[in-house]
């Protein structure tokens, strides 16, 4: 016998019905049957739905708890990760990571690939002891999974998520030292590969990935440290190799959550905005991206969804107080 996606449906238009479905209606569609599961979890029916223009990318933010009710003020924020739908403008608050079930690892990185959240490294909350974790969010079963480990200990790096995997360079060891080393993890094999080391360490680096290419902006060496490259070390994923450009940042400058991409451009978050000058973070939506940041140091935290065709069309967002919070880093997924 032969099982039907929707019996008495042809197969090919059951599974255009099932391409429409929104990703929130995914983890209840896939306990309808094994064979709904298989296919909304696979690789391949992500990127038949992305292929007809039925995925949408949205804004994931480590971003600040508001303190709890009636607590004292605490000397270190807790953090969790804030979701932000563009075309709803809703918001919703991610489960904290079942290892750190009161905030996540202070300056974790996050980024993601293939609809998936990925987060990895930063420092315990508890002990303030770097770890080497990795974490994967799947939208479709709302579960976080524990993957392999980072090889070492690295702290501060650049990071980027391609086609099912996610690439990291650059950063400080458990000494301090500053690195020029790179690997790239492999979501599915849960594999860790080594990569060519970069031509310079870069610690405090951003990473971002345009086109094909994985770019790691700025950072520093281990004896000039705070002294902020202006270039930057890109990696082909086809090629293989690391090249240098030169003036790509503004010299003795962090990048750390400021570096972004429009039309394929490296870009400057806050730059020309003064309402987000001041721990500017940005995340590309597309036509769109979502701006944080203040105006001046100790001034309330905004957020503006900007127009990339049009840097005067831009609408203040105003979130309710739970996610009003400073925004560390964050980063688009396309589910």
């Given at each position: 016998?032969?099982?039907?996606?929707?019996?008495?449906?042809?197969?090919?238009?059951?599974l255009?019905?099932?391409?429409?479905l929104?990703?929130?209606?995914?983890?209840?569609?896939?306990?309808?049957?094994?064979?709904?599961?298989e296919?909304?979890?696979?690789?391949?029916?992500?990127?038949?739905?992305?292929?007809?223009?039925?995925?949408h990318?949205?804004?994931c933010?480590?971003?600040?708890?508001?303190?709890?009710?009636?607590?004292?003020?605490?000397?270190?924020p807790?953090?969790?990760?804030?979701?932000?739908?563009?075309?709803?403008?809703?918001w919703?608050?991610?489960?904290?990571?079942?290892k750190y079930p009161?905030?996540?690892?202070?300056?974790?990185?996050?980024?993601s690939?293939?609809?998936?959240?990925?987060v990895?490294?930063?420092?315990?909350p508890?002990?303030?002891?770097?770890?080497k974790d990795?974490?994967?969010y799947d939208?479709?079963?709302?579960?976080w999974?524990?993957c392999?480990?980072?090889?070492?200990?690295?702290?501060?790096?650049?990071a980027?998520g391609?086609?099912?995997?996610?690439?990291?360079?650059?950063?400080?060891?458990?000494?301090?030292?500053?690195?020029?080393?790179a690997w790239?993890?492999d979501?599915?094999q849960?594999e860790?590969s080594?990569?060519?080391?970069?031509?310079e360490?870069r610690?405090?680096?951003?990473?971002?990935?345009?086109?094909?290419?994985?770019?790691?902006?700025?950072?520093y060496?281990?004896?000039?440290?705070?002294?902020?490259?202006s270039s930057a070390?890109i990696?082909?994923?086809g090629?293989?190799?690391?090249r240098?450009?030169?003036?790509?940042?503004?010299?003795?400058?962090?990048?750390?959550s400021?570096?972004?991409?429009?039309?394929k451009?490296?870009?400057?978050?806050?730059?020309?905005?003064?309402?987000?000058?001041?721990?500017s973070?940005?995340?590309?939506?597309g036509?769109?991206?979502l701006?944080?940041?203040?105006?001046?140091?100790g001034?309330p935290?905004?957020?503006?969804l900007?127009?990339?065709?049009?840097?005067?069309?831009k609408?203040?967002?105003?979130?309710?107080?739970?996610?009003?919070g400073?925004v560390?880093?964050?980063c688009?997924v396309?589910?």
């Amino acid at each position: 016998m032969t099982c039907e996606l929707i019996p008495g449906l042809p197969e090919e238009l059951a599974l255009e019905c099932l391409t429409r479905l929104h990703f929130s209606a995914h983890r209840v569609s896939s306990q309808v049957c094994k064979l709904w599961r298989e296919l909304i979890q696979s690789k391949d029916f992500y990127y038949h739905r992305k292929k007809y223009g039925f995925t949408h990318k949205v804004a994931c933010l480590v971003q600040a708890l508001p303190a709890e009710s009636g607590s004292k003020p605490a000397n270190q924020p807790r953090y969790a990760i804030s979701l932000f739908d563009p075309l709803t403008r809703s918001w919703e608050r991610l489960e904290q990571i079942p290892k750190y079930p009161d905030g996540l690892p202070m300056f974790c990185q996050i980024t993601s690939t293939e609809g998936k959240v990925v987060v990895m490294g930063g420092l315990d909350p508890s002990s303030w002891e770097p770890v080497k974790d990795v974490f994967v969010y799947d939208f479709t079963t709302r579960e976080w999974s524990q993957c392999a480990d980072m090889p070492s200990v690295r702290s501060f790096f650049a990071a980027g998520g391609v086609e099912g995997k996610v690439i990291v360079a650059g950063g400080h060891d458990a000494s301090k030292n500053a690195l020029n080393s790179a690997w790239v993890f492999d979501l599915k094999q849960n594999e860790w590969s080594e990569l060519p080391a970069m031509r310079e360490e870069r610690d405090e680096c951003e990473g971002i990935v345009i086109g094909s290419e994985f770019w790691v902006v700025s950072g520093y060496d281990t004896e000039s440290q705070g002294n902020f490259k202006s270039s930057a070390e890109i990696y082909d994923f086809g090629g293989g190799e690391w090249r240098a450009v030169e003036e790509a940042w503004r010299v003795r400058e962090c990048p750390r959550s400021s570096v972004g991409e429009i039309k394929k451009e490296l870009i400057r978050w806050g730059a020309n905005e003064p309402a987000v000058r001041v721990g500017s973070c940005g995340v590309g939506l597309g036509n769109r991206s979502l701006l944080t940041g203040s105006a001046y140091q100790g001034a309330p935290h905004s957020f503006y969804l900007s127009d990339n065709n049009n840097n005067n069309n831009k609408i203040n967002i105003i979130p309710d107080e739970e996610f009003s919070g400073f925004v560390q880093s964050g980063c688009a997924v396309e589910i």
